[in-house]
């Protein structure tokens, strides 16, 4: 048995802005601020775990070098906490409606405060006799990935600035370095040469810089011609949907004009129209009955796309919805000889009426128009973990492994449903997908040609309440 599952779509956020050259909007920026205080507990807990190393191994830490007892681990992991614990405060004021500048301003201030405790982090361990200096690489590559190239130069030239006055004060005995002697056995080595060392690492950062800016502005500059090209594909598309709605508009009188005359023909003047003329007449009438469902589901689905306002949430009784679903589809039950069985709870789900209605009656109608004759349509319902579960299976023609993935696609029809159904307007599984976008829900659909189809609308638990007497449908 084949599947398939339509997930909802991300819905775009408000606060991303229209991006100049090199700019973060302000939703990138405040993810970029929550990201630092997260990895910054990360750093916290490791600077922990070393104080417990040297508490508890100190023959370890007066072998290579240290001074025991080495409580700047403590003092770090302390230090790093408390303004983490201030930075997180902070960030809970801080939303996607905040101004960029507020935002960008805070995360200045935590690079600050990092680059200090990295300094402090370099000169206990060892600013010239270790290699640990090259800590100042981290904040330097996650500044060229999270700034524009002038500021994330101006980050490198802080860190170097920094380095070199540590460097400095440790080499003329200001603020004498305790940390471990360099593995080669270095001894002392005049200021001259201490900073020609720091120099060396800072230029290195500086490779560094370049290079990972570059690519970092390459990958924006793709982005942002990814973006406008997207855009404009929206905008065409939009433009396309208002013409669709337009001709469509156009289109809708005439075609009623023809039912209304194929209806006046038939009641004042059928028993004088020769019989072939009214095979003829009853053709034009199914061809214009078909047009009219094309144009009703072509309005429908347009206005849906191009609507910028959502429609607002209510209670929606979900049992209620299937038994007038199953009124409207009395006559194609009756007509291909489909019994239909419902077995769920009452049930009410916050969103649109309109919106589940067509839902339902979209993936239902197809369930009766591809079911054998004399053949079964159950619809029941299951909790699944945090969804709440409503299945619709038929004994139908099924559907191809081949043709699953584009079934919600405009006008698509499958081989098999194209045979069985020559008159369909191929939208309604892209109305169904349309609505699911729109509601927040995941549509499953498994099928076997041959063996029948079963849609599966999954729908958050959160937003479902149980009616008045009804009782949790059973776990899947």
Known sequence: ????????????????????????????????????????????????????????????????????????????????????????????????????????????????????????????????????????????????????????????????????????????HVWPSPGMPSLGGRGPVSMHRDLLYAGSAIFVWLVVWYLISSLSRTVRDRDRMLETANQQLRTTNEEKNKLMLHTAHDLKAPFSGIECNIQQLKLQHWDQIPEPVQGIINRIELRGQTLSDRIRDILFLGNMRISSIRPNLEPVALDQILQEVSRKLDGSMQARQVRLQIQTAPLTVQGCARNYFALISNILGNAIMYSQAGGTVSVDGCQQGEQICLRIRDQGIGISASALPHIFDDYFRSTEAAQSNPHSTGLGLAIAKEIAQQEGLTITVESQLGAGTTFTIAIPANRCEWGKGGKPWPAS
């Open 1 to 172: 048995m084949a599947s398939f599952v339509l997930t909802p779509a991300p819905q775009a956020s408000d606060g991303i802005l229209q991006l100049r050259a090199d700019q973060l909007g302000r939703a990138v920026l405040v993810h970029n601020v929550q990201w630092f205080i997260q990895l910054r507990w990360l750093v916290v807990a490791t600077l922990l775990l070393g104080g417990i190393a040297t508490a508890f191994l100190p023959v370890l830490i007066t072998h290579i070098g240290m001074p025991y007892p080495c409580y700047w681990p403590w003092l770090l992991a302390s230090l790093l906490a408390v303004a983490n614990t201030g930075f997180w405060w902070m960030a809970q004021q801080l939303t996607e409606a905040t101004a960029s500048q507020i935002v960008a301003s805070h995360l200045w201030l935590q690079i600050g405060v990092d680059l200090l405790i990295v300094t402090l982090l370099v000169h206990y361990v060892g600013s010239i006799s270790t290699f640990i200096a090259f800590t100042y690489l981290f904040h330097i590559a996650l500044a060229c990935l999270f700034f524009a190239p002038r500021q994330s130069l101006l980050v490198t030239l802080l860190a170097a600035t920094l380095y070199l006055s540590c460097v400095f004060l440790e080499s003329t």
